[in-house]
T-cell receptor, first 112, second 115 residues
């Protein structure tokens, strides 16, 4: 089972920031938080990941709370092309075959 | 574009048949993972290959099998197809160095329909 909970769906106005929350209250100290998104019928696209510090790249920012029990993915200026299902995943990057456990994700609709 | 390619893009089979799906990993990556994604659900982990050996497996029956080749490309084989095997099959490649596996990058998937 996925170790994260996310809202089923969210709407965001085009040009505004999209803030996608994720709860991972049982996260372990060595587990990273990963975000992927999947545009209809395509393969999941990597967005960003982090351990405990906030992270930013060209696509998004990841804000992780100090207790690491929740995080928020921020798309600073959402466009229509950001409409997708967003998955929040926690994972240990070890070598014992552990892989991503995807939950149902959040369906983000960016509205014109 | 992740550099991960999969073939074919679409496939139709009948129940009881066998199917082989192929994946070419991103340049420099040595690990391939396979996922099954049923309609409306998140991807489910099938298995992973590293150094040509299975290196982890999800809750899938033995009729799901795979191979990894010296160039790190991979195949997913499914025998005795069932209707519920209809899904999008995703391949993801990553670089495993020592005790750390890096981020996985997904291909576009193969959509399999079993009639």
């Amino acid at each position: 089972d996925a170790k994260t909970t996310q809202p089923t769906s969210m709407d965001c106005a085009e040009g505004r920031a999209a803030n996608l929350p994720c709860n991972h209250s049982t996260i372990s100290g060595n587990e990273y938080v990963y975000w992927y998104r999947q545009i209809h019928s395509q393969g999941p696209q990597y967005i960003i990941h982090g351990l405990k510090n906030n992270e930013t790249n060209e696509m998004a920012s990841l804000i992780i709370t100090e207790d690491r029990k929740s995080s928020t993915l921020i798309l600073p200026h959402a466009t229509l092309r950001d409409t997708a299902v967003y998955y929040c995943i926690v994972r240990v990057p070890d070598n014992y075959g552990q892989n991503f456990v995807f939950g149902p994700g959040t369906r983000l609709s960016v509205l014109p | 574009e992740t550099g991960v390619t999969q073939s074919p893009t679409h496939l139709i089979k009948t129940r009881g048949q066998q199917v082989t799906l192929r994946c070419s990993s991103q340049s420099g990556h040595n690990t391939v993972s396979w996922y099954q994604q049923a309609l409306g659900q998140g991807p489910q982990f099938i298995f992973q290959y590293y150094r040509e050996e299975e290196n982890g497996r999800g809750n899938f029956p033995p009729r799901f099998s795979g191979l990894q080749f010296p160039n790190y490309s991979s195949e997913l084989n499914v025998n005795a197809l069932e209707l519920d095997d209809s899904a999008l099959y995703l391949c993801a490649s990553s670089l495993q160095t020592g005790g750390t596996k890096e981020t996985q990058y997904f291909g576009p998937g193969t959509r399999l329909l079993v009639l």
